[in-house]
């Protein structure tokens, strides 16, 4: 809503819901998967790590140099969980997690819950959440250092142990920020010296 | 209402392609595209493939761009991640995975539309769902076309549209849409700096991201969806997105210049198109020249427009632009010097709004001395060149070249003994003109 050149920030325009198209953008899944950038960015393969190292500054500051550029890209809530003091990483069934010595987690606000609405628009968390682990993993190897954002079924776990919220009866995250309405991107395992969060 | 989802019966371009004749043009006029550029003469479509990275591309401009273009890897990790053609390793590049060929199909169930003004205000919202800053859409015209075969990034857009003239094009598909991110006010500061080109870069690769989705979108809606077809400024201007500036780029009114011109969408949904804006450029260009006056290459024109291939617009020299940039690769990727120093480019804020709301509401005839007092305040106020210093992760556009200082606050490493630089060392802030006169020459 606009008066002139203000902008009358307490009268939003809900145009979603006078939207005839608006439930088919959200809940119905696409025809044909190659019509959707999520599936284009889950079957690409990862890059190779830069060979030569570049000089850190220390963890502390490393890490908040991987928080800046993860919000920059988009995040809303981003945390650093150490992998090795986990207590859930017996349960963990992917490899390699010890030599991994931290997850760095995303997490993006969904107004839709992703793993009810399949169409397009219920997706768009996703989406966001891939740009942003696509391309802070990319950087982080282009760093030097290991890291790989691949999907996770530990992710809400790790979220808590990152120190973005806690978990409910459901086993879903809930923060203080967004409730239970956010969505926990694909988890980066990086050896990059970071400090954890939590 | 209701939505509905009904059979194709028939093919998809409708009855108009099989019964018209190439040879009887029933051109339609010239469309108006606003008081910034205006299309006067006899237009000969452009071949996408005479441009300048494809030209480059095939080394038809010498051996310092071919090579800047083909063969130089970034000394930047952020750049290697970010920019087209500076990767070590291009599966690193997101917009190297979204920008492949499209292999999704089109929906054969096809959502009615019986509202285009509603499926209008869809598209435009769900453009802004997926991050978009600016969506515009425009009536097509064959005069915005690419000649000759398509450009699409990775050279594979073997269609059945592919061999069709714009004419043809047109009539089977007379929406284009235009969706476009803008680029970080406060990281655009640090012009001619690895900060600036983050802010380029990123914001860059979310726009193909969104308008990829849309592309998909519309393909599921039912109806086709066409890349790099359309020329991106024709549709930024004609979609009422901005109006063409003296720097040759579209000027916004919330962002100013610092918006992509993405390949825009070629399509038969049926949309209502928007009309090209008057938001006070043509008068603030013909006076303001802070973009001639800062360019390091003297690529932007001081006098008035002229006339080229049929358009009457301010011509910028491509070229003279483009061959500083294997020079300066070490400090900067993307210049960006005339989008930051343009009085536009504002935070999206009240008080820019203000004052490009008193600049169009102006009667035309008075524009000129608001637009003398407009320009004294930008220039009284943000400078006659923007050179704020600007620290972001570890770059630090206040570090000149050499200088291998840490500043980060509180940092305690000792950054030696490897020999190495320390990320975000490379980066220089050139305010000079004359720093970049032994690499252009001059008229």
């Known amino acids: 809503m606009r008066l002139g050149p203000f902008k009358i920030p307490w009268v939003r325009e809900d145009s979603q819901k006078h939207d005839p198209y608006w439930d088919f953008f959200i809940n119905t899944p696409p025809a044909d998967m190659a019509n959707t950038v999520t599936e284009m960015i889950r079957s690409a393969p990862e890059g190779n790590v830069f060979p030569t190292k570049a000089e850190l500054h220390t963890p502390d500051i490393t890490s908040s140099h991987v928080k800046e550029l993860a919000s920059y890209l988009g995040t809303d809530l981003v945390g650093i969980a150490q992998l090795t003091s986990l207590p859930t990483a017996g349960e963990s069934k992917s490899k390699g997690d010890d030599t991994y010595p931290f997850a760095v987690i995303c997490a993006v606000q969904a107004d839709y819950d992703p793993r009810k609405a399949p169409g397009i628009g219920g997706q768009v968390p996703v989406q966001k959440g891939l740009f942003i682990t696509f391309v802070l993993s990319a950087w982080i190897r282009e760093l030097g250092f290991r890291a790989t954002a691949v999907l996770d079924p530990n992710a809400e776990k790790l979220a808590v142990a990152a120190g973005l919220g806690i978990l409910d009866a459901e086993g879903r995250l809930v923060t203080s920020k967004f409730g239970t309405r956010i969505h926990v991107a694909n988890v980066i395992r990086t050896d990059l010296p970071l400090a954890p969060d939590g | ?443």
Request: charged share 20%.
């Open chain 2, 1 to 443: 209402m209701a939505l509905t989802l009904e059979k194709t019966t028939k093919p998809l371009n409708g009855n108009n392609g099989a019964t018209h004749n190439p040879a009887q043009t029933d051109l339609p006029p010239p469309p108006y595209l606003g008081r910034s550029v205006r299309i006067v003469g006899p237009h000969v479509n452009v071949d996408m493939n005479q441009s300048p990275h494809p030209k480059n591309a095939r080394g038809e401009l010498g051996k310092p761009l071919f090579n800047w273009y083909r063969n130089t890897v970034s000394k930047d990790p952020l750049t290697r991640v970010s920019a087209p053609n500076h990767f070590a390793d291009r599966r690193q590049f997101l917009t190297t995975v979204i920008n492949r060929d499209s292999k999704g199909k089109v929906n054969p169930n096809r959502i009615a539309v019986d509202d285009p003004a509603a499926m209008t205000r869809h598209i435009k919202a769900v453009a802004h769902y997926m991050g978009a800053n600016v969506v515009g859409i425009a009536k097509a015209h064959p005069t915005f076309l690419y000649a000759g075969s398509r450009y699409v990034q990775d050279g594979t857009a073997q269609d059945a549209y592919e061999t069709q003239s714009p004419e043809e094009l047109v009539r089977k598909f007379p929406f284009v849409i235009q969706a476009t991110t803008a680029w970080d006010y406060n990281k655009l500061q640090a012009h001619r700096h690895h900060i600036g080109d983050s802010a380029y870069h990123v914001s860059q690769m979310k726009g193909v991201l969104v308008l990829k989705a849309l592309e998909g979108y519309i393909k599921e809606l039912g109806y086709t969806a066409l890349r790099g077809v359309v020329t991106p400024q024709a549709a930024g201007v004609a979609g009422g997105i901005g109006e063409l500036g003296r720097n040759g780029l579209v000027i916004n009114k919330n962002y100013g210049a610092r918006i992509h011109m993405p390949d825009p969408i070629l399509t038969d949904l049926p949309l209502v198109s928007d009309r090209p804006v008057d938001i006070g450029v043509e008068d603030f260009c013909k006076i303001c020249r802070k973009c001639a006056n800062t360019c390091p290459t003297n690529s932007i024109p001081f006098g008035d427009k002229v006339v080229f291939n049929g358009i009457e617009k301010y011509k910028i020299n491509w070229l003279t632009c483009y061959k500083l940039r294997p020079y300066v690769h070490d400090h900067w990727g993307s210049c960006l010097t005339c989008a930051a120093v343009c009085p536009f480019t504002k935070p999206n804020v009240w008080w820019h709004s203000l004052a490009v709301w008193t600049l169009r509401t102006c009667p035309i005839p008075v524009r000129p001395a608001l637009v003398h007092a407009l320009k004294w305040i930008d220039d009284r106020f943000w400078g006659v060149m923007r050179n704020s210093r600007v620290r972001w992760l570890s770059y630090d556009s206040g570090i000149k070249p050499g200088e291998h200082a840490c500043t980060v606050a509180g940092c305690t490493a000792s950054h030696e003994g490897k020999g190495h630089s320390v990320v975000g060392d490379a980066g220089y802030y050139a305010p000079l003109k004359e720093n970049t006169n032994r690499f252009v020459k001059r008229a």
